[in-house]
């Protein structure tokens, strides 16, 4: 079989790369995280590409995936990592990333989880407000050390994407208003505890919007050379993640287009961009694989009952998510309208509403596609259900990368 990347149909069977689906599920069992190294090395190749042009660092967001064999594998691919949390920073820290390539992003982060971060020594705390700013710099005093920040930028932009993943308008809780920042400049220059290294703004998440980000990196590369003009040693402008995919065939934007966008008001600046993709470097290298555990009808619909549920791939509940949902076999099966729902004990545990399949019935293997992002890192073990457990696929081998604990 000749090499492929990701998943495909081959003698009316869905592989992953060289592997089928159907040999992994009896082996591992389901529900299972089915991941393609060749997607990911893919992915990764493709975005530093696009950017090959200028001095461009792409810091992972790690809460896309936080799988240590899947970070490991896009830190060699010369990654740096965007952390929320302190966990984040010592997931990527044992996963290879270089602390000086990491940059922790949060509107709450805790004084250990700083305090671990300073001794670190990262790229950039992204301050999302100005006592945040004053709780940073009495920690750095008090280790004898100098905090390297930057702004994380509220620009009250629309990114025009479903407003719970919207993370730039000031009806949110993220980032300092640009306003509010340009006065905090001269504040941050005088704190010998303090050093203002970049600036760096997040829109929100799975956009298609080229535009947006053109008037990101305008307004943020035009605050830079204001920031500059004041006194402030930047060296980088971080315009964060937000690349959309095409969960439904829906239009998203070229890599090549975005890293246009980006570049073309940021040259002014000459300073080294970063960028904290996601979804883009991880959402089509995995999908989840589960079973029919059987069919249930009422007078108003008709439900396939599956094995994963809502705890194990959380976005359709949490965000109304679409994902496409196609059987493993391709065998000839009369379409009808089904919903696609979890064992969980809550309504919002559907993975479809009214969607149009072939007939799926008990034992029927089926997967659920692009959850490679946002998937098992939201997992949970909501009903006490183990969380499930993740393989990597990478040719024609494939290997458990974490295992299904059982709770008890
Ligand atoms: C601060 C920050 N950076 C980067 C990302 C990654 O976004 P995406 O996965 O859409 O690229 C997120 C996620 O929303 C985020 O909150």
Known sequence: MNARVGFWQHSAETYCESVSLTRIAEEIGTPVYVYSAAQ??????SLTAAFSAYPTLPCFAVKANSNPVLLKRIFEAGFGADVVSGGELRIALAAGARADQIVFS?????ESEIQLALQSKILSFHVESAEELDRLAALAQRGATVAPISFRINPNIDPKTDPKITTALYETKFGIPEPEARGLVEKVLRNPYLKLVGLSCHLGSQITDRDVFGEAAARMSQLAQE????????????????VGVSYRGEKTIALEDY????????????????????RVVAATTGALLTRVIGRKRTPAKQFVIVDAGMNDLLRPALYGAFHRIEPVATREMPPEKVDVVGPICETTDCFAADRELPMLTAGDLVLIRDAGAYGFSMAS????????????VDGSSFRIIRASAPLV
């Open 40 to 45: 990911l090395e893919r992915n990764c190749r």
């Open 106 to 110: 949060g509107v709450g982060k805790l």
């Open 227 to 242: 920031v500059m003009a004041l006194g402030a040693k930047l060296s980088f402008l971080d315009l964060g993640g937000g």
């Open 259 to 278: 890293a246009r966008t980006l570049l073309g008001p940021l040259r002014k600046t000459g300073l080294k961009l970063l960028i904290e993709p996601g």
């Open 381 to 392: 073990t909501y009903n006490s259900r183990p969380l499930p457990a993740e393989v990597l």
